[in-house]
């Protein structure tokens, strides 16, 4: 189908794709993280209908093969084959610049005004839900929220601590305040985050030293960082029998190294969570509803609206961590 598309947000995976973190074949139209409302629909689609609003979701669910039938635990086979391929599901390519094709990037390619997109990477959404946020829907808070939701899945009172508070550790932070089990704890390196976390539900906030020297630890710790080094500290924080739940994607090459007594010893659980553990079609629609209801306020975790032409300045500034989520608005 054909989307016209009416905002986008600028993701750290847009900016691994440009900096090489996750090699991708090229030329490559970047963008995932959109909205848009649908302009023509292809033979065999069904339903949805000419101007409906969208939100678009990077990984794609075939619904069939075996890793889409765990229920959003693993990503779908084909989906991932194609996102790897920069192709859409069906392996075709449906961008070209002259005579040479140019990659989809996550199956969206959003960081233009219309987009080419399978059925499968396309979830329905409410049309008053404001443009930036259905946005941001689409990965930011489908992978926090998700890796809260899905993966880590609170009960009671236990607690919840999240490292690094970038635009999907905040989400994180947001969708655990908004289920008010237990304490929420925000853990970075960078103090001027706090403030933020505090004001998106945070009950608590610590640099990695303090939270250490403190002794704090949680049940359940999700690493949205990405970066080397802070999947062991998330592992050092998670309590005895907790769920150690990472989302970050540092270099491929980057390892790990963790003490298997403890592994054993404190029955402890190391958690992948790819795109918050989701399948989109079930989960973006209960993030909106939320939003409606006023309990998840998503709009905190936009700290900038802007233009396309913007987007060269807005990656610099996502890349030195002085940003949540830039949010380009198309007319």
Known sequence: ?????????????????VNGSRPRPTPMLLG??????????????????????????????????????????????????????GTLMNGGIRLH?????VYHHLGVSGFA?????DRRSVVP??????????????CDVLTGGGAVLNAGDPQDAQDVMVLGLGGVGMSAILTAAA????????????????????????????TVEEAINKGVKAPIVIEAAGAPGVLDQAFD???????????????????????SSVITG????????????????????????????????????????????DINEAMDELDRGQALRQVIEFD
């Open 266 to 309: 404190e029955a402890h659980t190391i958690i992948g969570s790819y795109l918050g553990s989701a399948v989109p079609a079930n989960d973006i629609p209960r993030y909106a509803q939320l939003w409606l209801d006023g309990k998840l306020p998503v709009e905190k975790l936009i700290s900038n609206h802007i233009r396309l032409d």
């Open 97 to 101: 610049r002259g005579e040479e094709p």
């Open 113 to 117: 005004t219309y987009a080419v997109v």
């Open 32 to 85: 995932h993280e959109n909205t848009g409302i649908i302009q023509e629909l292809g033979p065999g689609v069904e339903g949805l209908s000419v101007g409906q609003h969208v939100t678009l979701a990077f990984l794609p669910r075939c619904g069939k093969c075996a890793n889409c039938l765990t229920g959003g635990r693993l990503p779908c086979i084909p989906g991932s084959e194609a996102n790897q391929a």
């Open 237 to 259: 924080l998670t309590a005895m029998g907790g769920k150690t739940i990472t989302v970050g994607f540092p270099k491929p090459t980057t390892r790990v190294s963790l003490p």
């Open 179 to 206: 289920l008010g089990r237990g304490r929420v704890i925000g853990v970075d390196i960078n103090k001027a985050k706090f403030d933020d976390a505090l004001s998106m539900g945070a009950t608590d906030v610590y």
């Open 1 to 17: 189908m054909l989307v016209k598309v009416t905002a986008s947000g600028i993701c750290h995976s847009d900016l691994s794709v």
């Open 125 to 138: 959404v409410p049309a008053e839900l404001p443009k930036a946020i259905a946005a941001v829907l689409g």
